[in-house]
């Protein structure tokens, strides 16, 4: 159930119309009352004989009680109740006793109080009612308003319980200002799948992933195609921007400009300038190092790298620390889901919607310790799109695979800290990132699950012995999966490196969220590929693996031939 408190007007009788009207795409169905403040209205919806206007003085008749200053200021107070398309669709009975809880939850008429407010809840459509008030008591006092939206909000999560509607997770006052109705409608009659709002604001956010000064931020704006336009003081201080994009525009034929903050809170130009200023120190050392190498595969492998850390930050760190981490992974899955193969990037499109939500809480975040994240989204934007083969699309699986278990632990970080809005929007991302996953790694882990079959058997059980030596809790689990061959193979080739695979897979296995995995086997395959710098692309055999390490075809282990090749 979401409720929804509406612009303040001054036309009773405008909004009368309309919410009695046919509506602006004749979606309003048998417009009618199911509750009013003395139970006897007059209902224009059901009564032939009642009118708009009669209606309307007799909600406006308590503003004669107020003094003239009062009387000014806007006094329609308007309030939506929507439900859920799952929910049951309730009775006009139902929906009066919601509104009836609604208005004194609110402080606009509560019977145990005295006087009240004059109001109406107006049914036309089957999933939600309008509720209007006149704001003025009987008393000749203004009702007390304060943090009446709270107040519903409150009210809207017991009547879910009690009605046994969809629950939903309460806000905490950080989440992006939602479409109205208006734009919603807009955006149906121009064809768009989305409003422009949220077509604007995940260009932004994707904009401002990993960009480290305003020069930057705008040419990637400019870049997107979008219309820009920034607020300058007298001094020349730039002191904030607002975009639009080119075909949306007013009756006026103008474009429809937002402004940064009313986008999402931290894409105000404050905000976002408080990521830049916390990469000072990176830009002036960057300015002495050589440039960074920003392939693909390479801006990935970092990735996962990166990410492996910010997992134990946001884990073991202060709040502050934990907050910009995850902060900063939310820019890092815009720019993975920019710079995606085809048959990624829809789902990790939906994993960054998804985590925009999480990424915002009241902790405050302490920026600088997050450079690490913010410079792997800046060099995923600078390697540009994978090819999503070869090492391109191992890689990618690699940063996937480390990234799900990064917004694993903060959607566990947002539980304990009782965001339960960002909680859920973190285990929602996670589930895109899990079929990104199985998309990404299905090639790779294939052709080392090949390689391991046909390992020579000393070989396999040389490494059989090292798994049962090095995690023996895990070891009967893991010799049962199917991907126990590609842990297998990448055990050789770390052995073939000149790196002890005992001591790596322990160190590997001893992290943390191996639980949430689909296949303990596979989590093991990237992060010893990724520790040991092992190359994710073992397509190529005859450059992976030595021939010592593999049975010849039509041989078997124990042959002549196959003794030869091993000695």
């Known amino acids: 159930m979401v409720p929804k408190i509406h612009k303040r007007g001054k036309r009773t009788i405008g909004l009368l119309y309309y919410l ?55 006094h329609v107070w308007h309030l939506s109740v929507r439900n859920g398309p799952s929910d049951r669709i309730l009775s006009d009975a139902e929906w009066g006793d919601i509104a009836r809880r609604m208005v004194a939850a609110a402080g606009i008429d509560d019977p145990d109080q005295g006087a009240g407010c004059r109001w109406v809840a107006v049914r036309h459509a089957d999933d939600h009612i309008h509720i209007l008030a006149t704001l003025a008591r009987e008393d000749g006092y203004r009702p007390d308003l ?79 195609g979008l219309l820009v336009q920034t607020r300058v003081a007298p001094s020349g201080d730039l002191l904030g921007y607002k ?54 595969a390479m ?18 760190g202060d709040d502050g620390l934990a907050a910009a981490h995850i902060a900063a992974a939310g820019e890092v899955l815009d720019a993975l889901a920019k710079t ?64 799900f278990f990064l917004i694993t632990a903060a959607a566990h970080w947002h539980a304990r800290k009782n965001h339960a809005q960002q909680a859920e929007a973190a285990h929602q991302a996670a589930e895109h990132l899990r079929t990104a996953y199985r998309a990404a790694a299905g090639h790779p882990l294939a052709v080392l699950h090949q390689r391991g079959r046909r390992l020579a058997r000393p070989l396999l059980q040389r490494q059989t012995a090292v798994l049962r030596e090095a995690v023996p809790l895990l070891a009967e689990q893991i010799l049962a999966e199917e991907g126990w061959y590609a842990l297998a193979a990448t055990l050789a080739d770390a052995e073939a490196a000149g790196r002890d695979p005992a001591v790596l897979l322990a160190e590997a296995a001893d992290r943390r969220e191996l639980g949430t995995a689909d296949s303990i086997s596979d989590v093991l395959v990237w992060r010893l590929r990724r520790a040991a710098g092992l190359p994710t692309d073992t397509a190529d055999a005859s450059l992976a693996t030595p021939a010592s390490w593999a049975s010849p075809a039509g041989t078997s282990p124990g042959s002549d031939h196959a003794r030869h090749v091993r000695r």
């Not at 209606?55 to 000014?72: H, I």
């Not at 064809?191 to 990993?210: C, M």
């Not at 801006?299 to 990166?306: M, P």
Request: charged content about 30%; glycine content about 6%.
């Open 299 to 316: 801006a990935r492998r970092s990735t996962a790298a990166v990410a492996w850390q910010a997992l134990l930050v946001v884990e073991q």
């Open 243 to 296: 975009v639009a994009l080119p075909d949306d525009r007013n009756k006026d034929g103008k474009p429809v400009y937002f402004p940064g903050a009313r986008l999402a809170p931290d894409l105000s130009l404050p905000r976002i300038r408080e990521r830049w200023s916390a990469d000072t120190v990176s830009q002036v050392s960057d300015s002495v190092q050589p440039p960074r190498p920003t392939a693909p």
């Open 340 to 403: 995606s193969a085809a048959y990624t990037r829809r789902e990790l499109q939906e994993a960054a919607r998804a985590f925009e939500r999480a990424s915002r809480s009241h902790v405050r975040a302490v920026r600088g310790s997050d450079r690490a994240l913010r410079q792997a989204a800046r060099d995923l934007v600078r390697g540009g799109p994978a090819l999503g083969r070869g090492e391109d699309g191992a890689s990618t699986a690699m940063a996937i695979d480390m990234l």
């Open 146 to 224: 304060d943090r009446d939206a709270v107040r519903v909000q409150a009210e809207a999560r017991l009547l879910e319980h009690e009605l046994g509607l969809r629950r939903l997770k309460p806000g905490d006052g950080t989440a992006a200002q939602r479409p109205t109705s208006a734009e919603r409608h807009k955006a149906e009659r121009q064809g768009r799948g989305r409003t422009a709002r949220e077509e604007l604001r995940e260009t932004v956010r994707r904009a401002v992933a990993g960009a480290q000064c305003e020069e930057e931020f705008f040419g990637r704006l400019a870049a997107a």
């Open 20 to 74: 009695y009207g046919p509506g602006k795409a004749e979606e309003h169905v048998d417009p009618h009352l199911v509750a009013s403040w003395d139970h006897a209205a007059p209902d224009p919806g059901r009564d032939t004989e009642a009118t708009y206007k009669e209606l309307q003085q007799l909600l406006d008749q308590p503003l004669a009680l107020l003094t003239d200053a009062l009387r000014e200021r806007p």
